[in-house]
Antibody, heavy 120, light 107 residues
């Protein structure tokens, strides 16, 4: 069974930093692109960043230059380094395995999420 | 950037059919994916690539897309189908885009 388990969330002051982790199991981690997504309270999901099996990285405009995605295939773990955090970054952060076919991409499954709160 | 618009809510009686729309410019030319999300839980993929179902998703869930509208259809609705539903596309210029979400209430 494919499982994704996020950790590292917490309360941080504006301008601060946080590193999220996503531990994967049940599939060959190195063969798949993995994304970070987030969901602010009462809002829909928002894609944040993705890393391919070849280590190509992609970011939403809202986090570009502040967040860095990386992976350690030896540990089956995905990371998201978040710097210069803002109040609007407050959300539940999910990692999700990407599916792909015919030039389109989807997310399945998702982890249970880790909560990031940016507040003074 | 690309925008996907869903009705805020849909109400349906048990055993009836629920149809959730997702509007976007020429969405019929893109592949649409659908997720359900129950309170306090992570989203779950129910339809991908317009009309394919992941393993374990009942045949009651089906998808279609044409023109400017994609539709998720839930047949023989059950109480357990009550959830928020989101459509999603991948677009080369906008990357991943999610719809505004639809709350399905089973009466």
């Amino acid at each position: 069974e494919v499982q994704l388990l996020e950790s590292g969330g917490g309360l941080v002051q504006p301008g601060g930093s946080l590193r999220l982790s996503c531990a994967a199991s049940g599939f060959t981690f190195s063969n798949y692109a993995i994304s970070w997504l987030r969901q602010a309270p009462g809002k829909g999901p928002e894609w944040v960043s993705a890393i391919t099996s070849g280590d190509d990285t992609y970011y939403a405009d809202s986090v570009k230059g502040r967040f860095t995605i990386s992976r350690d295939n030896s540990k089956n773990t995905l990371y998201l380094q978040m710097n210069s955090l803002r109040a609007e970054d407050t959300a539940l952060y999910y990692c999700a395995k990407e599916g792909a076919a015919r030039g389109t991409y989807w997310f399945d499954p998702w982890g249970q999420g880790t909560l990031v709160t940016v507040s003074s | 950037s690309y925008v996907l618009t869903q009705p805020p809510s849909v109400s349906v009686a048990p055993g009836q059919t629920a149809r959730i729309t997702c509007g976007g410019s020429n969405i019929g030319s893109k592949s649409v994916h659908w997720y359900l999300q129950k309170p306090g839980q992570a989203p779950v993929l129910v339809v991908y690539d317009d009309s394919d179902r992941p393993s374990g998703i009942p045949e009651r869930f089906s998808g279609s897309s044409s023109g400017n509208t994609a539709t998720l259809t839930i047949s023989r609705v059950e109480a357990g189908d009550e959830a928020d539903y989101y459509c999603q596309i991948w677009d080369r210029s906008s990357a991943h885009v999610f719809g505004t979400g639809t709350k399905v209430t089973v009466l």
